[in-house]
């Protein structure tokens, strides 16, 4: 093993673990991307935690009081993991998801589903997904984002950047409330930006989110980051998740008593900024997913693509997956991204990734679309 290599891994391993929850840092960091060398320093110190069956669809689908008396909001502690995704860091807050930010995909399914009402087969898809390159598949834990820097430590341990901050993936360039990657904070809420949110809200929405606004910001965002990014990447899977994040608050922050699709944006900014459901709020009177998305999509279309070094560079590429090759997501996903971060996986979580990987393919399960095997069968 290269020699620093070697002291950089022994540093990981050895350095003295911060608790959050009792749960040791090392537990929950991805080990995508790791060399050989490496995991075979940290998997020995793993506690292996076999894949869990995803739960399925919820009995009870209907709009339902969520901030209530067994779920009250607690803001965040130090060590306690906060991301980019308002929807998660909310469900942490008011305890649907373990409050510390540290969850089986388990656990996050049926908090998505308890929280918001997102739908069974959509929530597990996006789960396993951001799973398979954020979590960590031997002890079957994910953080929803980073942590909040630390205080008391002597000498202070840097803030961790990993989890659902990790870039390109589930989080990626042009978010609608968090900046860009290469700017250097890609997880927190941007008043900036959210400044933006609510002006275009204010012209195309008569003061309020809805698709029609979503459409528009979401073009704003993309030429925003054209424009200041010279590293912008959007390109499968970012293409859809940005997508996917302009209804989600339309689909999962209204009042599931209202039936309008307008969202208030006093309600938008506890979601965002806050970390909290509205006073009294009820979640979606029926199962959601990314509702609307087709019309965001075609509101202003672009093709997959990115800047190539320079701002104002951007190149549409056509080895991406877009809204009408959908299994070239899945394929490509599994082939290049999930591959490329576990090349040559042996053993147990050669195990691992291989059950992880079938619950993300029960989402398609199509003759059309059949399942692909990086790994092997």
């Not at 009995?59 to 009081?65: C, G, I, M, V, W």
Request: glycine content about 8%; hydrophobic content about 40%.
């Amino acid at each position: 093993m290269n020699p620093l290599l070697k002291v950089v891994a022994l540093a990981l391993i050895t350095t003295p673990f911060i608790q959050t929850g009792a749960i040791p840092s090392l537990h929950y960091r991805s080990l995508a991307g790791l060399t050989r060398e490496e995991l075979e320093l940290i998997l020995p110190r793993l506690e292996v935690a076999p894949p869990e069956n995803p739960p399925g669809p919820q009995n009870d689908t209907s709009a339902k009081l969520v901030d209530d008396a067994a779920h009250p909001w607690q803001a965040p502690g130090p060590n306690d993991m906060r991301g980019p995704c308002p929807g998660l860091n909310t469900l942490a807050s008011h305890g649907y998801l373990p409050r510390n930010g540290i969850a089986t995909p388990a656990q996050i399914i049926n908090a998505t589903a308890l929280g918001f009402n997102m739908e069974n087969g959509i929530a597990r898809f996006v789960t396993y997904a951001a799973f398979l390159v954020d979590g960590n598949p031997i002890t079957n834990l994910m953080s929803i984002g980073g942590k909040s820097t630390l205080t008391g430590e002597d000498p202070p341990e840097p803030a961790i950047v990993g989890g659902l901050n990790t870039h390109a993936v589930f989080e990626g360039d042009a978010s609608m409330t968090r900046a860009d990657t290469a700017f250097g904070d890609n997880h927190s809420f941007n008043q900036t930006l959210w400044d933006e949110f609510a002006d275009f809200s204010n012209r195309f929405g008569a003061g309020k989110y809805n698709l029609t606004v979503a459409g528009e910001l979401r073009f704003q965002r993309i030429q925003d980051s054209i424009a200041t990014n010279p590293q912008f990447s959007f390109v499968s899977p970012r293409f859809f998740t940005a997508y996917a994040e302009s209804t989600f608050p339309i689909n999962f922050f209204i009042d599931g008593r209202q039936t309008d699709g307008q969202l208030d944006l006093d309600d938008a900014l506890s979601f965002f900024r806050d970390m909290k459901y509205p006073s009294g709020f009820f979640r979606a009177p029926k199962p959601m997913s990314a509702d609307g998305i087709d019309q965001v999509a075609a509101a202003h279309p672009i093709a997959p693509g990115a800047n190539n070094g320079t701002v104002n560079s951007y190149t549409p590429d056509p080895t991406s997956a877009d809204f009408s090759t959908f299994c070239l997501l899945y394929v490509n996903f599994v082939n290049q991204t999930v591959k490329g971060l576990y090349p040559n996986p042996t053993g147990v979580l050669k195990d691992a990734l291989n059950r992880n990987l079938d619950f993300l393919y029960d989402f398609i399960d199509s003759p059309a679309c059949p399942q692909v095997f990086p790994f092997g069968q």
